[in-house]
């Protein structure tokens, strides 16, 4: 970027989009998904280029943006690469491990001349990291799912797992696919203590947990796994929310741990905690 000019930033990532707001970059924001919705009120100007997986490639023409920040899982390729042949810059990102959150911060910091707020996010990053690994959890085997008809899952080889595993959640799934479709009988099989039901990209609510909760229990077989509804914000969002997350997920741990040491197996939703 030269040297006192301002980017013309078109974000098709949520998680990124409210990352450049925290880095001091709204106003470098000409363009964002529907999905990009936080912070909410910063945003409510930004015009929309359609969602992650339907952009409008004209939208964006018109917007004439500088950079295009993308996402593998969330974006489709041939989109991106029709925009990348009139964009200048497209900003490709895929963070996997916890640790490339430090990595994805301070490359944007470097990208958009925002070091010094990159630098305080990434201290902040650090120490709900560090807080969180300074605990010792005993390892709780658990399904995450991720949508219903069919319900599908995510595998251990997913930034979500990985933020998962830091609060001592093993994710099961089946081999193979990274988002695997799975069945009833699998997850009553599994071995899975718990079964977490995201709120995004299905938006599951609590009656969805007890009706899950009443399908696994339905033989009597064996005691069924507790099912509780959790933010999929707070587990799949990169960036500075990934900051909020830790703080959530050692929380959440600890609600998990309460629930099965009474015994229970319905719902249980935490508190939702915003903001990064």
Not at 74 to 79: A, F, H, I, Y
Not at 144 to 166: G, Q
């Amino acid at each position: 970027m030269n040297a006192g000019s301002r980017p013309r930033i078109v974000s098709l990532v949520p998680s990124l989009t409210e990352l450049l707001c925290e880095l001091g970059l709204r106003d470098s924001l000409v363009g964002r998904t529907g999905f990009c919705i936080h912070p909410r009120e910063s945003l409510r100007t930004v015009p929309k280029v359609g969602g992650t997986k339907d952009v409008s490639i004209e939208r964006v023409r018109e917007l004439a943006p500088t950079h295009l920040v993308v996402n593998v899982d969330e974006n489709e390729k041939p989109t991106v690469d029709a925009l990348a042949e009139f964009v200048p810059e497209v900003v490709v990102t895929h963070p996997i491990a916890v640790d490339d959150n430090r990595a994805l911060i301070e490359r944007f910091g470097r990208l958009f001349d925002c070091e010094q707020a990159a630098a305080q996010l990434v201290e902040r990053f650090d120490a709900a990291l560090a807080a969180l690994r300074a605990r010792r959890f005993a390892p709780l085997p658990v399904v995450y799912l991720i949508w219903k008809d069919p319900w599908m899952t995510v595998s251990a080889n997913t930034f979500i797992a990985r933020m998962l595993a830091e609060a001592g959640m093993q994710v099961v799934a089946p081999r193979g696919a990274r988002y695997p479709a799975i069945e009833i009988d699998w997850m009553r099989d599994s071995g899975a203590r718990a079964i977490l039901l995201s709120s995004e990209p299905y938006r599951f609510r609590d009656r969805h947990a007890a009706d899950l909760a009443r399908q696994l229990s339905a033989d009597g077989s064996r005691p069924a796994p507790a099912c509780l509804t959790i933010d999929g914000e707070m587990t799949s969002w990169y960036g500075s929310r990934a900051i909020a997350g830790l703080r959530y997920l050692l929380e959440f741990r600890d609600r998990i741990d309460a629930l099965l040491a009474g015994g229970g197996t319905g719902d249980a939703a935490p508190t939702k905690r915003a903001g990064g």
